[in-house]
C-alpha cells in the first residue's frame, strides 16, 4: 500500500511512502527508476521534503509514532522524535517549523535545530491539514466533534473552528484556495461531499462527489481554482477528477465530468 509523497523538482526526484514495505522510496524521476529504499519507517504516512535544510521529515504511526528526520543527499537518519499516531506532515517556511497531525494533537518541531516546540491540543482526531503561505494559520480537519479548526501558528493554539455535518468516519482531505479565503474538503459519507468553506463569511457549500475524495490540492489563477480530486477506487488504482469552482463559488447544480483516459483492471 502507498500513502504520501513529495517531489522534489530541482533534483527530479519522488519521495514515496510504501507502507507495504516500511520503507520511505526516493524514485529517479528521470530514469523512472527507484534508486533508493530507506528501512525501519513503520505504518508511513507523512512525508515532506525542505530543500533549504536538506532534509526530509517522515511521519511514522508506529506502535509509538514518531517523525523521522532523514539527510536528503545521504539518506541518514538524523532524529527520530516522538509523535504518537502520527500521520501527515506540513512544512512552514516563515517560520521553519514543521508540523506533524498526531493524536489529537499537532506536534511542531524546529526543522533547523530539531527539538520539539510544543504540541497543541486539537479538539478531536485529526486527519488532513494545511499550512497558510500568507498568515499565521493551519487549518486541520478533525472529527468527534467534526470540524475545521483553525490553529494560530504565531500562538501555537486552536482559535477558531468551522463546524461541518455528517459522520467523522468520512472526514477527508483539505486544500487551501487563499487568494479566494477559501477552503476545500473531502468529506466521504454516502453520499460523498466535496465541501467548499468561505473563510471571510464562514459560509459552507456541499457538491456531490461521485466517490469519497482522498487527496485534493488548488491551482488558483485569475478567473477561476481548479482542485484535483483523487478518489478512492475499489480496484488498486486511483482516478483523478478536475473540478474548475468559480470565484463566485460552484454551480448550484454541479456535473462531475468523466475520467480523461480509461484505466482498465
Known amino acids: ?8 523538482s530541482e533534483r527530479a526526484r519522488l519521495f514515496l511512502a510504501n507502507q507495504s514495505n516500511d520503507t520511505l522510496d526516493i524514485i529517479d524521476l528521470r530514469t523512472r527508476q527507484l534508486s533508493k529504499q530507506i ?64 493524536e489529537n494533537s499537532l506536534t511542531v518541531i524546529n526543522a533547523k535545530s530539531l527539538e520539539l516546540v ?41 482559535v477558531d473552528h468551522f463546524s461541518l455535518e455528517g459522520g467523522s468516519k468520512g ?16 468529506f466521504g459519507e454516502t453520499p460523498a461531499w466535496r465541501y467548499w468553506i468561505s473563510t471571510r463569511a464562514k459560509k459552507l457549500r456541499p457538491v456531490r462527489s461521485p466517490r469519497a475524495p482522498t487527496t485534493c490540492s488548488s491551482t488558483p489563477n485569475q478567473s477561476s481554482f481548479t482542485f484535483r480530486v483523487t478518489l478512492d477506487s475499489s480496484r488498486s488504482f ?25 484505466i482498465r483492471p
Open 1 to 8: 500500500m502507498l500513502d504520501h509523497l513529495f517531489v522534489d
Open 39 to 102: 528501512l525501519g519507517q513503520t505504518t508511513m504516512h507523512g512525508v515532506v521534503y525542505v530543500p533549504d535544510l536538506g532534509r526530509i521529515f517522515v511521519g511514522n504511526e508506529d506502535k509509538e509514532g514518531s517523525c523521522t528526520v532523514i539527510d536528503a543527499a545521504s539518506y541518514a537518519v538524523l532524529k527520530s522524535m516522538p509523535a504518537k499516531g502520527a500521520d501527515s506532515v506540513r512544512y512552514d517556511p516563515r517560520r521553519s517549523r514543521t508540523y506533524v497531525v498526531s
Open 118 to 158: 510544543t504540541t497543541i491540543r486539537l479538539p478531536g482526531s485529526p486527519y488532513g491539514f494545511q499550512v497558510a503561505k500568507t498568515k499565521d494559520r493551519i487549518y486541520v480537519n478533525v472529527s468527534s466533534p467534526l470540524q475545521v479548526a483553525v490553529v494560530d501558528a504565531a500562538k501555537n493554539e486552536v
Open 171 to 186: 472526514i477527508g482531505p483539505l486544500a487551501l484556495d487563499e487568494a479566494n479565503s477559501r477552503i476545500l474538503l473531502g
Open 238 to 262: 486511483d482516478k483523478s477528477m478536475l473540478t474548475t469552482m468559480h470565484r463566485s463559488g460552484p454551480s448550484k447544480r454541479p456535473r462531475a465530468p468523466r475520467p480523461r483516459s480509461t
